[in-house]
């Protein structure tokens, strides 16, 4: 397989093409990606959050799908429904549009929880259950959801549970007035996502995905996470801090992110870059220190300058 970051770099440089001035962004949610992992956006109307997902199934050749969750969407309606067939006699499936390989649930908090949850097997065990038989989800398979934080009327919170299975949550905020002007000139005859070729096949996402397991992680590194997360648990202001899975989500998205550096090991840097986008979603606030106006972002930052940062050893403990 060609360099992985060759690979990545090509696969980011062609999203850039659509979504202007969001890097940083972009990068993460090709981290998501190559986790194996899913992406919460939580940001206003308007700013890109299905132009990524779109370009980013372009750029990968993966097959895209769009569920707009309203209150009268139906679980059937997201994972498929097994329809008789007269003819044979027989049931079969009709595949719902989580069967694709990345799938964006717009507006995920206006559905109500029983539809929320169809979406629980599928992030999670990568297959979905349909009248008792078990229907394997394609490989790459990611889940982009979006939802608006500031209109809430009409909505249903996502659950911890729903939420903890996301890898990472991030916002992408307004352009800066230069890079306005810049989506403007590039959509001013036609939106560059209709000209946005292919660069990479799904088969070498895959690769990717399993180069980033063979990334290296230091013992130290592995109890830096730990403590880290422990740190968001025992904290004053937290109801409930991040959960075993974040632990999980936060080394699996240092690897990846080593990859797109070039390197074969992960750092302290890569934990401290990535412990906001995914630890903040997973800690809940407490109700008394809501009232201080107290927020996740809060607690994960001061975790972050509790807990003293590791001394790295050589790879292979030399």
Same mark, same amino acid.
């Given at each position: ?36 992992? %899913? ?73 109500t929880p029983k539809t929320q949850s169809a979406l629980l097997e599928?992030?999670?065990? %990568?297959? *979905? ?13 990611? *889940? ?46 036609? %939106? ?36 880290l997360v422990n740190a968001t648990r025992d904290h004053p202001a ?10 999980l989500a936060l080394m699996r998205a240092t690897q990846a992110h ?61």
């Open positions: 397989m060609e360099d992985p970051r060759i690979v990545a770099d090509r696969v980011l440089e062609n999203v850039e093409r659509v979504i202007i001035g969001k890097s940083a962004e972009a990068r993460l949610a090709l981290v998501t990606l190559l986790c194996r992992g %899913h992406l919460l956006i939580e940001d206003v109307p308007g700013v890109g959050k299905t132009m990524l997902a779109r370009a980013l199934a372009v750029s990968t050749g993966c097959r895209f799908a769009r569920i707009q969750f309203t209150p009268d969407l139906l679980p059937a309606d997201v994972t498929g429904v097994s329809i008789y067939q007269q003819a044979t006699g027989e049931f079969t499936f009709r595949p719902g549009p989580i069967m694709a390989e990345i799938v964006l649930a717009d507006e995920v908090n206006r559905a599928a992030m999670e065990e %990568h297959q *979905v259950t349909v009248d008792g038989i078990t229907h394997p989800l394609p490989a790459p398979h990611m *889940v982009m959801a979006t939802q608006n934080p500031i209109e809430y009327e009409g909505t249903f919170p996502l659950p911890e549970a729903q939420l903890d299975r996301f890898l990472m949550r991030i916002r992408l905020g307004y352009p800066s007035p230069t890079d306005e002007v810049l989506i403007m000139d590039a959509q001013q005859s036609h %939106h560059p996502i209709e000209a946005l070729a292919q660069v990479v096949t799904p088969r070498e996402v895959v690769e990717m995905q399993d180069a980033v397991g063979r990334i290296y992680v230091d013992p130290l590194i592995k109890q830096y996470i730990v403590t937290a109801y409930l801090g991040a959960s075993p899975r974040g632990s080593a990859m797109l550096d070039g390197r074969d090991f992960v750092t302290p840097d890569d934990v401290k870059a990535l412990a906001q986008a995914t630890l903040g979603h997973r800690v809940i606030v407490s109700p008394s220190a809501r009232v201080r106006e107290v927020d996740s972002a809060q607690i994960v930052d001061e975790a972050l300058e509790r807990v003293a940062v590791p001394g790295v050893r050589a790879r292979g403990g030399v």
